[in-house]
């Protein structure tokens, strides 16, 4: 793997009817999972790879097709060893998920309009001659807070920045061609 990895846990079991491998590691400071399930029937099996969130829940990484090893693994049957089996394809999902994990996030480059249109609203907000300076605890908090930060150039030259809706909501899905269902609500924050 590119990334060195803790071993966590480990899970196997087989039946007449399935047999079952899961591998806990952690990758670069991240819970990964390798879960993998060979049944008798294709639509009874699968092989992915995921990465435990902040709110606790398993988002899937990686995914190995059934049609790259279904057919290569023994059928069912209580005497198949599972970890021998679905190890290896458990370690080869684990690699790919530490390959996503170890990649560096995608940079955004800010076209010059919108470089032009930011450098706008600050002005419009603190002056033209203002200056700025966001600590890491308050982007945070913005984060965390309020809808996703949406931004639409429109056709006649202006920019809208908003984070008053939701993902859902017609006036984000049309980029502001249509108004908001007023079904956008957010709790507001305290800053404590």
């Known amino acids: 793997m590119t990334a060195s990895t803790i071993e966590r846990d480990q899970d196997a079991g087989a039946t007449s009817t399935r047999y079952h491998y899961t591998r806990v590691v952690e990758i670069a400071g991240r819970t990964v999972r390798a879960r993998l399930e060979r049944g008798v029937y294709l639509n009874h099996s699968g092989a992915v790879a ?5 709110q606790a829940d398993w988002s899937t990484l990686a995914a190995d ?8 693994t023994p059928p069912p049957s209580v005497d198949v060893d599972a970890a021998a089996v679905l190890g290896p394809l458990a370690e080869r999902l684990l690699h790919r998920a530490a390959e996503i994990l170890a990649a560096p996030p995608p ?12 450098s706008a609203l600050l002005a419009a907000s603190s002056g033209y001659n203002a ?11 913005a984060t965390d807070n309020g809808g996703t930060l949406h931004i639409f ?17 017609p006036f984000v899905a049309t980029k ?17």
């Open 50 to 54: 995921e990465v435990l969130t902040d």
């Open 65 to 72: 097709d059934l049609n790259n090893w279904w057919h290569d």
């Open 107 to 118: 940079t955004v480059t800010l076209s010059p309009h919108l470089y032009r249109a930011v």
């Open 131 to 141: 200056e700025c300076r966001i600590d890491p605890n308050d982007i945070t908090w």
């Open 153 to 169: 150039e429109h056709p006649d030259g202006s920019v809208t920045f908003t984070k008053a809706h939701r993902d859902e909501c």
């Open 176 to 192: 502001g061609g249509q108004d908001c269902d007023d079904e956008c609500h957010f709790d507001l924050p305290s800053r404590i």
